[in-house]
């Protein structure tokens, strides 16, 4: 067990912001997490996981013990039904190696969430989501181990209370439990979904003639890299807001007011609005501040060009939420977490 103290932070998160933390270790198993956990430079401080440190903005140093997350292992245990597969995957595994393995071995599930950053253990923290499947669509369960004790604790689908962009773990759950590892129910008889964003053209454009999991994925892939910038290139979180759902009502009196306005239906009540549309609606798409500024292909990623600070970008959000709330009406939820 190595723990290192005031330690920078700018290698451990896509933003490329430069925050230093006051210890940092790093945990390769439960049982090494758990060791660590009770470790006395360790135990009286506030602690912070960090997988691929894709979804998280330093805007100070952090003073807590920043554990990083390098469980690795993907196994897969069959089901008598011989249709299903459960695929456990540790913690420390990039997310995206998941969706390749589960591609290889020709199970489906996850196919449309190819090329989503970050590690598996973040995945139903925030319950991932893309090309319209959700995470919590395949989720068997998890398991984490509680900060305070030290036990090792699994969580069923229930349990997790996934919502969009939400699960238990950040509301009641918050900051209590370290994901070790999650269980996925894939199947060998996948149901292709390809009528989400451009997927649909983008197959079309690649001349697939045969629907696949790989085909699927490669198309995903080409549209996000499309449309997000690579952080080895701009410091970025990927999406930085959630898109809003707004009821219906409110859906309506917009779109007569801005009849271009796209909205995808959540229920007979509510309507998913793309908050990238309405940044760019704003006039912030492709704005440069300084350091920071918008993307220029995709107005829901705000972007690091190199030295600005995490209240710079910070600063930036909140103005983007003003604005499009002084347009539409419409509050704009942050889904990148701030520090």
């Known amino acids: 067990m190595q723990i290192k103290k005031e330690v920078s932070l700018k290698p451990y998160n896509t933003f490329g912001i430069d925050a230093k933390a006051s210890l940092l270790a790093e945990f390769s198993s439960t049982q090494e997490l758990q060791d660590i ?16 440190g894709s979804n998280v903005l330093f805007t100070q140093d952090v003073e807590a013990a920043v554990l990083l997350n390098r469980i690795k292992g993907i196994t897969q245990e069959d089901q008598p039904d011989g249709e299903h597969v459960l695929v456990k995957s540790g913690s420390g595994e ?24 970050g590690t598996v253990g973040a995945a139903p923290l925030q319950n991932i989501g893309a090309y319209g499947v959700e995470l919590k669509d395949t989720f068997y ?33 918050k900051g209590k439990y370290i994901v070790t590892s999650v269980t996925l129910q894939l199947t060998r008889k996948p149901t292709f979904n390809t009528s989400y964003g451009a997927i649909t053209q983008t197959l079309e454009e690649m001349q697939v003639k045969e629907l696949s999991l790989k085909a699927i994925s490669d ?100 103005e983007i939420i003003h604005s499009v709330q002084e347009k539409f009406g419409i509050t704009l939820t942050p889904e990148v977490n701030i520090i």
């Open 37 to 52: 956990l009770q470790h006395p430079a360790v135990k009286p401080l506030p602690k912070l996981i960090l997988g691929g």
């Open 94 to 117: 990039t997310w995206h190696d998941l969706v390749l393995y589960s591609i290889e071995h020709h199970l489906g599930g996850i196919e449309n969430l190819s090329l989503i950053p």
């Open 141 to 173: 369960s998890l398991e984490a181990v509680e900060m305070e004790t030290g036990n090792l604790i699994t969580f069923t689908k229930d349990q997790c209370n996934f919502g969009y962009r939400e699960s238990i773990f950040k509301k009641d759950a």
């Open 219 to 318: 198309a995903v892939i080409h549209i996000r890299k499309s449309k997000l910038p690579d952080p080895a290139k701009i410091g970025n979180a990927g999406s930085f807001f959630k898109n809003p759902e707004i009821p219906i009502a409110q859906f309506e009196l917009l779109k007569e007011q801005y009849p271009n306005m796209p909205g995808y239906p959540v229920s007979e009540f509510t309507v998913k609005v793309p908050a990238g549309w309405m940044i760019e609606q704003c006039g912030w798409k492709g704005k440069v501040l300084g350091q920071h500024g918008v993307h220029k292909d995709q107005a829901l990623v705000l972007v690091n060009y190199g030295g600005a600070t995490g209240n710079e970008v910070k600063e930036l959000a909140y």
